[in-house]
């Protein structure tokens, strides 16, 4: 039941965030450090944040309800990936070090990969012995 909850409270950290990109892309966009874009650049940064946002809160909600570990995984390497890729923009192109939200990223995908392992093992200690 914990891997569960703890992967449903990561879905709804997700959500947050994702559900304002879409009502109040302004807000969203401040709350991570950025302008609200114009023109193409406000399509592409509202389209692919908006995805990125939602696409990990159905795949949290999903790998919590079907209790299946490999969409908690999933959401765990984009968040893990976003930490990597957030670090190489500070070493390589002179970005600020987002500590705050690195350290978010990793705790949030180190929570999904313990949820989803506690669910993988659960199925095999419920089968019969070989």
């Given at each position: 039941?914990?891997?569960?909850?703890?992967?449903?409270?990561?879905?709804l950290v997700l959500a947050s965030?994702?559900?304002?990109w879409i009502i109040d892309p302004t807000a969203a966009a401040l709350s991570l450090g950025m302008p609200l874009l114009d023109g193409i650049g406000r399509s592409t940064q509202i389209g692919d944040m908006s995805?990125?946002?939602?696409?990990?809160t159905i795949l949290c909600f999903v790998g919590a309800i079907r209790q299946q570990g490999h969409w908690l995984q999933a959401t765990a390497l984009l968040l893990t990936l976003t930490a990597i890729f957030r670090t190489l923009a500070?070493?390589?192109?002179?970005a600020e070090f987002t500590t705050t939200f690195i350290v978010a990223e990793v705790v949030m995908a180190t929570i999904l990969l313990f949820s989803a392992m506690q669910m993988n093992k659960a199925p095999a200690a419920e089968g019969p012995a070989e």
């Open positions: 039941m914990l891997p569960r909850i703890l992967a449903g409270l990561v879905g965030t994702g559900v304002t995805s990125f946002f939602v696409g990990g500070w070493a390589v192109h002179g």
